[in-house]
């Protein structure tokens, strides 16, 4: 990855290297959606002077668990659902697994929530949603 300025106004040129051969890419906006790994954020920021990367701290990390889920005849089961407590303690997304009303939802707690834990307490994560979330 570098930085120049184009005959065409590109700003980004990437070199793709694969099986012993490279081919060169220039463009106008180039978007570093690698994950954490963050090895194009990192390569753009080492050889291009006017990017500078911003690393955040983590500071809501979450948990999920898959839960599969029917919803209730009289519902739509062409959307998704979505549901959360006010207080951000727990989050479920649901979306459509098939046409019958089956549904595969991820559920979302903090990572510190006692029912996040590995082999937490089923019966007490049911309560908890049936308490917070009682339409589901």
């Given amino acids: 990855v570098d930085?120049?300025?184009?005959?065409?106004?590109?700003?980004?040129?990437v070199t793709l290297e694969a099986?012993?051969?490279s081919t060169e890419r220039r463009c106008g906006l180039?978007?570093?959606?690698?994950?954490?790994?963050r090895t194009l954020a990192t390569a753009m920021e080492a050889h291009t002077a006017s990017v500078r990367l911003v690393r955040y701290d983590d500071d809501n990390r979450r948990v999920y668990k898959t839960v599969p889920m029917t919803v209730p005849a009289d519902w739509r089961k062409d959307?998704?659902?979505s549901a959360r407590t006010q207080d951000g303690?727990?989050?479920l997304d649901a979306l459509p697994a098939n046409e019958d009303g089956d549904y595969c939802a991820a559920l979302l707690l903090k990572a510190d929530?006692?029912?996040?834990?590995?082999?937490s307490d089923a019966a007490g994560l049911r309560a908890l949603v049936?308490?917070?979330?009682p339409q589901f």
């Fill in 79 to 81: 959307v998704n659902y």
């Fill in 113 to 119: 929530d006692e029912y996040a834990q590995p082999d």
């Fill in 130 to 133: 049936d308490d917070t979330l």
């Fill in 30 to 37: 180039l978007v570093g959606a690698d994950g954490t790994a």
């Fill in 3 to 13: 930085g120049e300025e184009g005959k065409g106004g590109e700003t980004a040129v």
């Fill in 89 to 91: 303690r727990v989050v």
């Fill in 19 to 21: 099986g012993g051969s």
